[in-house]
């Protein structure tokens, strides 16, 4: 932290970033609250859409994934990811408060009022419009029923132990928006994709939220975490296997070859490696191994995209 950035602004596991160190001091607070300051968010959501891009380009046997689409989603992942952060902490404002990862947010430090955050949530919200208005019809329309389940996500952990779930539904839309906006269209491969994308989250998820589980216990709040405890490492080997299978599944049916499979292969080796790790009473390690997860997703991207350029031969084809 710089001299001219006061400790008590920051939020507690992001401190030394460039939020911190460079961006004028009025709009930190709207950065830190859009996540900025942590782009791993940001990752997460937009791999299972270039994911699926690209599966369904091997599909429809499309020489390499749509480089505008591509783009699309990038920019499209980091506006949603900041308007959908800002809602859930308008929501969560008083829970923040009363754990010790999170009271130093932008809301419950009292950085903005929960009307700028709301305002600003909004026009996150409208440069996403923008962006989503770039797609076919079908894509659009698939776009917007993501917003029921992202506007139900910062209620689930007050009434399941099964939050991550519900963030897997949320952060996997990808899966489906991908080949939607290639195929105009949802096909098998792409639900399945889907499938296996919401494992994939509730496992890194559960990780993430072990930093947190003594606090969400105090205050009452339901995780994956708190609900596997120390099975964490059994819970997350059954759902990386299934996350693994799954993906599997929808590579081979879109027609993906040995290098999509080697792709998969990688991801899974990875997700193996965090299975090995983890340790549920270490919160830096749980959030390293958290964030090492764009680094297997794109393990996983990259084999589906080489596949793509190199035209391996597949068993089956969605192509039209």
Partial sequence: MTADRPADQAVADSTGNWVDRHAPEWAQPYLRLARADRPIGSWLLLLPCWWSATLAAIASDARWPDPVLIVLFGIGAVVMRGAGCAWNDIVDREIDAQVARTRSRPIPSGQITVAQAFAFAVALSLVGLV???????FAIGVGVSSL??????PFAKRVTFWPQFVLGLAFSWGALMGWAAVMGRLDLPAFILYAGSILWVI???TIYAHQDREDDAAVGVRSTARLFG???KSALTVLHTGAVALITVSVLLAGGGLIALAGIFAFGMHLAWQVRKVDVNDPALCLALFRSNRDAGLLLFAGLALDTIAGSPGAFSFAQ
């Fill in 131 to 137: 962006i989503l208005l770039q797609f076919n019809w």
């Fill in 148 to 153: 029921i389940i992202v506007a139900l996500y």
């Fill in 230 to 232: 120390f099975e964490t």
């Fill in 203 to 205: 496992g890194y998820d």
